[in-house]
């Protein structure tokens, strides 16, 4: 049993992504703030976004317009109030990131010395306008480093690296009576092997998306569907999670780790082509949408697998070969070294792409404060389902989210700070117990369990379902956590265990959401039920742990 107990923090704040920073550095004009993060704090999901911010800076945008694109890619279940909040809170939370020293590409940068001091707009798929801030085609490796030396300069703000959440504590998952309460987490060093009790007036969670779920991600190696399932445990409402979005253009390279080759590479003219039998380039995305290569998401993916399965071809191809070597490496520093460390100089060959998991559209259910209706308790960033993405997330809302409802939960946090404090219950720690957990040396059950998942979640719960496939992956994922649980309370808790059984969690959630949904819809297609049922618009898949299980 492990005695240590760290409450001299008014604040937890679990992840260290953008949603997790912009949250404690909001929170830290006002308290204490304990920052987990289960790696270094550098390695998260924002790290690896290239494409930028959707927000309406340009005279000839406007909110409404955003909010149609979102709408419509959203495909019948976005949260309309949300989607306008977090829309028009856009413009104000771009300008407190540049307060941070952020930087956006401009017009200048690329050559263009008449608006040189306008920023340089991109556009994705879905997108109507250019309405993509960006730095570069690293734009979330740029607001990572600015937020975490932000983070790590101010004295509020202590980071507690190499440590793992495990549970969330609240006081129905305790059997204390009254109204549900979080207190805190249980946290995971990583080195020692202890857990420490963490005891906090607000607790958030920030941790990120599940492309791990997945055997062909996108994601950071930290994306294991820990928010997820830790707040299903602690009885939370989980939405929509059928929604899962395979971005259409990942590197096809195995020698380099699931490289994504950004949207914007699309939005600035490459159009996705298809190898025929003779050795000719076929374009084939006009057939499949009237926006062609600029398609929303789920549409591209599936044209992509379609195109893969029907012809039986490994890959499709990019082609930008129309832009010079000059305009691609100022436009793409990034992606045209990592294209040329593959042996493809982009102005001259064309890219080979697949789709992978890239981003979980449904979540943790909150407000579009990121309130979970447990008191002490919010979910920001890809782990939270505000109701902004709907049924397919619009390209670059994602940091736009994290930024905005960070903002908010942070405000709605220090509003209550007051309530929270005196109805916190003081003098209750409810200590962590390993019961008779001893040490494993049975290792290979866990490498061999997080495998089997993965890749029958690719096979069955990919990009196109069927029933009997998620009935299969059901039967697999049960008896699968049965075996991890017994695990889980016989031996004692390494990192790896703590991340498979949420992935194993998050899995079992997606399937379950997947089977309960009898339509097509977004990023959801189930050829069994190949058309979209008007009567399902604005209704959530929610699944959702008894508290008495």
């Known amino acids: 049993m492990s ?95 540049i307060g941070h020293g952020a930087h956006f590409t401009t017009r200048g940068e690329l050559g263009d010395e008449e608006h040189k001091d306008d920023f340089h707009l991109g556009r994705e798929g879905g997108h109507h306008r250019r309405r993509v801030l960006h730095s570069g ?98 009885n939370l409402p989980i939405a929509n999670m059928e929604f899962f979005q395979f971005h259409p253009t990942i590197l096809y390279d195995f020698n380099i780790h699931s490289f994504l080759i950004s949207e914007a590479v699309r939005g600035e003219g490459a159009v996705l082509k298809r190898k025929t039998s003779n050795g000719n380039l076929v374009e084939f995305m006009d057939k499949y949408h009237s926006m062609g290569s600029l398609a929303p998401r789920d549409i591209t993916a599936r044209a992509i697998d379609s195109e893969m399965k029907r012809y039986g071809q490994e890959c499709m191809y990019l082609d930008i070969r129309h832009v010079s070597e000059q305009e691609l490496k100022n436009r793409f520093p990034n992606i045209f070294q990592k294209c040329l460390d593959s042996g493809i100089n982009m102005s001259k060959d064309l890219i080979p792409v697949v789709p992978a998991a890239h981003y979980s559209c449904g979540g943790v259910k909150t407000d579009v404060k990121g309130f979970t209706g447990i008191n002490g308790l919010y979910a920001v960033g890809e782990v939270a389902c505000t109701g902004l993405h709907g049924a397919n997330r619009l390209a670059s809302n994602s940091l736009l989210e994290a930024l905005v409802v960070a903002r908010l939960a942070a405000d709605d946090i220090k509003s209550k700070f007051d309530a929270l404090k005196q109805d916190y219950p003081a003098g209750k720690t409810p200590e962590w117990s390993s019961g008779n957990a001893t040490d494993s040396d049975e290792l290979v059950v866990i490498s061999h369990n997080w495998d089997e998942i993965r890749r029958f979640m690719w096979d069955y719960v990919g990009i196109v379902r069927t029933t009997k ?37 998050t899995a079992e959630i997606i399937i379950d959401s997947a089977l309960m949904r009898k339509e097509s819809r977004g990023l959801h297609y189930n050829a069994d039920y190949d058309y979209t049922d008007p009567g399902l618009a604005q209704s959530d898949t929610i699944v959702q742990k008894p508290y008495l299980q």
């Not at 101010?154 to 504590?169: C, G, K, M, Q, R």
């Not at 609240?170 to 059997?175: F, I, N, P, Y």
């Not at 049965?482 to 790896?496: C, G, Q, R």
């Open 3 to 97: 005695k240590k107990v760290i409450d001299q923090f008014d604040f937890l704040v679990i992840g260290s992504g953008l949603a997790g920073l912009n949250t404690a550095l909001n929170l830290a004009e006002s308290g204490k703030v304990a920052v987990v993060t289960k790696r270094c704090a550098e390695e998260c999901n924002t790290k690896y976004a290239q494409g930028g911010v959707a927000c309406v800076i340009d005279h000839d945008d406007s909110f409404d317009e955003h909010v149609r694109d979102t709408l419509e890619a959203g495909a019948g279940l976005c949260n309309e109030a949300a989607v306008r909040t977090i829309v028009e809170a856009g413009p104000d939370a771009i300008h407190s990131l």
């Open 469 to 505: 496939r998620l009935e299969r992956a059901k039967t697999r994922i049960k008896n699968i956590r049965k075996e991890i649980e017994k695990y889980y309370w016989d031996f004692l808790l390494t990192p790896d265990l703590v991340e498979l059984r949420n992935i194993a969690c």
């Open 137 to 234: 085609d690293v734009t979330g490796n740029e607001i990572e480093n600015i937020l975490i030396s932000a983070a790590r300069n101010n004295s509020n703000i202590t980071f507690f690296e190499n440590h793992i959440s495990v549970d969330l504590i609240t006081t129905k998952r305790l059997g204390w009576l009254g109204e549900d309460r979080c207190m805190g987490a249980y946290v995971l060093d990583s080195a020692s092997h202890e857990v420490i009790t963490f005891m906090t007036k607000a607790t958030v969670v920030a941790t990120g998306g599940c492309g791990k779920v997945y055997l062909y991600t996108s994601n950071s190696e930290v994306a294991c569907g820990g928010g997820v399932a830790m707040c299903y445990r602690a």
